[in-house]
């Protein structure tokens, strides 16, 4: 069963890039139906089953074969695919690793047998189906699918050339990044991607400079710079990305986003414009309530010189454009 009868929105960015806050804003029109980070597997069950075989953040371009990737986004991109917020997720995930550090623990160590040998994959796609039909999704017809994902960022163009979705990709300040998953003391904020070997000829010439950093918040620059330098590479052959920052959509979230809904053929409603405004009050944690005039330049005074200076030493070792101010 296709939800949707239109092209699937895709939100993307690294994590704490304001994805969530972006989302939100489009879940919250008419007739949609949001889909969040269904490829996240501390939080979704059947992510575990289908990313056995998969990096946290698995790789795929263009020329890449890969059954087990194709597979796995046709369920979540045809909406064929039950929410993380459903009853049946949530039981299975407790009877399987039992809470978040159980399935951080699952992560990493499926991500530390990658490196050194293969795993054989999952293919749970009757279980999707079965656990599909279990959900409010499935008998709720909705005419537009949005999907948020943060782990996606390396696998964008296969998403692309296989799916065409409508991609809208965040950037955000890479130092407001850090502050950010500092304070919630986010895992995901150094993954070691540098050291895949599907990135090592973009690396190669970089690599030296790479090989002299030995501070992690110079590494989680560094990983930050690596899907900003890939993504200004791959929009030059997928020009129909949306690409939007975090800071434009904080100086007046009402008039972009409202340019962001034109662009990908949204429509705009009053609803809308209420749910922004009553979203822009102090908030806490993974919730995206924030006074936004706050968040522009907030890593002035959430870090320290020290901080800053080791995170411009990783993000500055690639040709970036976003943000080149900030590099050294």
């Known amino acids: 069963m296709n939800e949707s009868t239109y092209k699937p929105i895709f939100i993307s960015g690294v994590p704490r890039s304001g994805t969530t806050w972006v989302a ?58 039950p929410n993380n917020q459903s009853y049946i997720n949530h039981i299975l995930n407790q009877i399987s690793t039992g809470d978040k550090k159980g399935n951080e623990l699952f992560v990493r160590m499926k991500d530390l047998t990658l490196e050194k ?48 979705p409508k991609t809208v990709l965040i950037y955000r300040h890479p130092a407001n990044i850090i502050s950010s998953c500092l304070e919630l003391r986010i895992f995901d904020r150094n993954r070691n991607i540098y050291k895949r070997k599907e990135l090592s ?34 929009i030059e052959s997928n020009s129909d990305w949306y690409e939007i920052t975090h800071e434009e959509l904080c100086i007046n979230p009402e008039k972009k986003y409202k340019s962001l809904f034109e662009a990908i053929g ?21 919730k995206p309530n924030r006074i936004t005039s706050n968040l522009i330049d907030k890593w002035k ?28």
């Open 201 to 234: 000829k973009t690396l190669e010439p970089y690599q030296s400079q790479i090989d002299s950093l030995n501070d992690p918040l110079s590494f989680m620059g560094l990983q930050i710079g690596i899907f900003y330098y890939l993504w200004e590479k791959q």
């Open 266 to 286: 949204l429509p705009w409603t009053q609803s809308v414009e209420t749910k922004i405004k009553n979203m822009n009050k102090p908030g806490t944690g993974f």
């Open 117 to 164: 040998e293969k795993i054989l994959p999952g293919r749970p796609n009757l279980l999707t189906s079965i656990l599909y039909t279990l959900t409010k999704d499935f008998w709720l017809r909705k005419n537009q699918l949005v999907i948020k994902s943060v782990h996606s960022g390396l696998c964008l163009p296969f998403i692309t050339h296989h799916f065409q």
């Open 301 to 328: 005074t959430a870090l320290t010189s020290d901080q800053i200076i080791k995170i411009q030493k990783g993000y500055s070792i690639l040709p970036i454009k976003h943000y080149e101010e900030f590099r050294i």
């Open 24 to 81: 939100t804003v489009l879940g919250s029109g008419k007739d949609i139906r949001l889909l969040t980070e269904p490829d996240n597997e501390k939080y979704s069950y059947l992510a575990k089953q289908w990313k056995k075989s998969l990096y946290r953040f698995p790789f795929g371009d263009s020329a890449t074969e890969s059954d087990q990737l194709f597979n796995f986004f046709e369920q979540i991109l045809k909406g064929a695919y």
